[in-house]
């Protein structure tokens, strides 16, 4: 039998992912002990999981590194890759907003300013302001304390993930408008799900799990 392999992100992600298998039955102990070892192998089951960086996982997936491959969905409308996505999982939920000051919501609904949009998603950002809001706004990428950027007149609002929102609060921002409900979602290579005949019932097995 061949074996599949799952491309899990690495940190508190894989370990949700991990605990998903484990209640579907599968046998996670090779992963407990992990080091700085990145391929694990259940050889009853003929699993082989490898830990990856979280934005690279459809990557793996989409070029048949890994069969199949749990990420959230953030990564998979980003990186927008070539791939199905079967299983919302459920967990990991957050939201995707346009977020900023109270003074920036005119500017955002006007058509004619040069709107500035900070974001470390800029796929995401771009998508929502052209198909959704019909703008076509300055998208400045930045990689961390996305908040800061408003604040010191880099831009006008941010595109970023919110969860509790205390840290915009904190920050004197909020949410101006909402782009879409994010969670983790597990995703398979197109040819892996045709030519691998465990895939389905191991997709049909996680389900049962997540219902």
């Keep these: 039998m ?3 392999t799952v491309a899990l992100a690495k940190g ?3 370990d949700y992912a ?3 298998f484990g209640k579907a039955g599968y046998d996670i102990s090779c992963l407990e002990d992990k080091g700085r070892k990145l391929i694990f192998t259940d050889e009853i089951g003929k699993i082989k999981y490898i830990l990856v960086k979280a934005s690279d996982v459809p990557c793996y997936v989409e070029y048949g590194a890994a069969d ?3 990420v ?3 990564t998979i409308l980003e990186e927008g890759r070539s791939l199905y996505e079967v299983l919302n999982l459920n967990f990991g939920k957050c939201r995707m907003c346009v977020c900023g000051p109270e003074s920036a919501r005119e500017k955002l609904q ?3 300013s040069s709107l500035k949009v900070a974001t470390k998603y800029p796929n995401i950002a771009r998508k929502y302001f052209k198909d959704v809001k019909k703008q076509s706004p300055d998208i400045i990428k930045l990689n961390g304390s996305i908040e800061l950027a408003p604040i010191v007149g880099l831009s006008d609002v941010i595109v970023d993930i919110v969860e509790s929102g205390k840290t915009l609060e904190e920050n004197g921002l909020g949410v101006l408008e909402e782009v879409c409900q994010l969670s983790a979602r597990l995703i398979v290579n197109k040819v892996s799900m045709k030519m691998k005949r ?3 019932p191991m997709i049909e097995t996680l389900k049962a799990v997540i219902e």
């Design 2 to 4: 061949e074996y599949i």
């Design 12 to 14: 508190r992600l894989g």
């Design 18 to 20: 991990a605990g998903i």
């Design 68 to 70: 199949i491959g749990i």
């Design 72 to 74: 959230g969905k953030d």
């Design 110 to 112: 006007s058509r004619v």
């Design 198 to 200: 465990q895939i389905l």
